[in-house]
């Protein structure tokens, strides 16, 4: 079970990750944030990080082999950013309209695929 809880945290943490990386330009088209400085920005993303770190570090922890989890720390490593770059793919496409994923974009991610299987070897 560790390795399922690693698992929806890691997701939690790269949608927390990705809205504090990502969301503040989508603020900005919709014109909520265009004119906020630069610090106001930092501050929101850091507010949504947060909570981040709160979903990734218990991910890790659980995770580790080393702390009794299923994954060693490549394979932790390996894991989370195929993760992230999913839910980066579905974030995009779903709150800006215009990124759209390409073949190459798709075969990237097979490659992931087999990093991941690689990784697992």
Do not use: D
Not at 74 to 82: A, N, S
């Amino acid at each position: 079970m560790s390795g399922f809880y690693t698992i929806i945290l890691l997701i939690l943490s790269n949608i927390f990750m990705t809205l504090a990386w990502y969301g503040h330009l989508k603020l900005q088209q919709t014109g909520t944030s265009s004119h906020w400085p630069l610090i106001g920005v930092i501050v929101f993303s850091w507010m949504i990080a947060f909570f981040e770190y709160c979903c990734q570090v218990p991910a890790n922890r659980i995770g580790f082999q080393g702390n009794g989890g299923p994954f060693s720390l490549v394979q932790l490593k390996v894991v989370q950013e195929c993760v992230s770059l999913i839910v980066f793919a579905v974030i995009a496409n779903v709150m800006f309209q215009g990124e759209s994923l390409r073949w190459n974009h798709l075969l990237a991610f097979v490659f992931l695929v087999a990093a991941v299987y690689l990784v697992f070897k």
